[in-house]
């Protein structure tokens, strides 16, 4: 089974960026639905920014034009550049790919 690793998350003011990077062994994310996914205490865990095995992109709306998701299948990394942050955005990011998930990276905004 795959194996996913987050990193890059943290302590940001509003209005400042992070890049979140989504690392994977024993596999590859070639020709797969993968995606970064957010969840809060209390509350479902939800799909933030979805990637097609075919490239296309789905963004949840409260993150559009803010976020962007890409893959570099050279390095096995996926990566969600997350610009003008809100406090809203705080939550442990995960990313996913089929039935893995990583151990998510805390991103926190501070007002």
């Known amino acids: 089974q795959v194996q996913l690793v987050e990193s890059g998350g943290g302590l940001v003011q509003v209005g400042g960026s992070l890049r979140l990077s989504c690392v994977a062994s024993?596999?590859?994310?070639?020709?797969?639905?993968k995606g970064w996914y957010r969840q809060v205490p209390g509350k479902q865990r939800e799909a933030v920014a979805l990637i097609s095995g075919r490239g296309g992109t789905v963004y949840t709306d409260s993150v559009k034009g803010r976020f962007t998701i890409s893959v570099d299948e050279a390095v096995n990394t996926m990566y969600l550049q997350m610009d003008n942050l809100k406090p809203e955005d705080t939550a442990v990011y995960y990313c996913?790919?089929?039935?893995?998930w990583g151990r998510g990276t805390q991103v926190t905004v501070s007002s």
């Open positions: 996913g790919l089929g039935l893995s």
């Open positions: 024993g596999g590859t994310f070639s020709d797969k639905a």
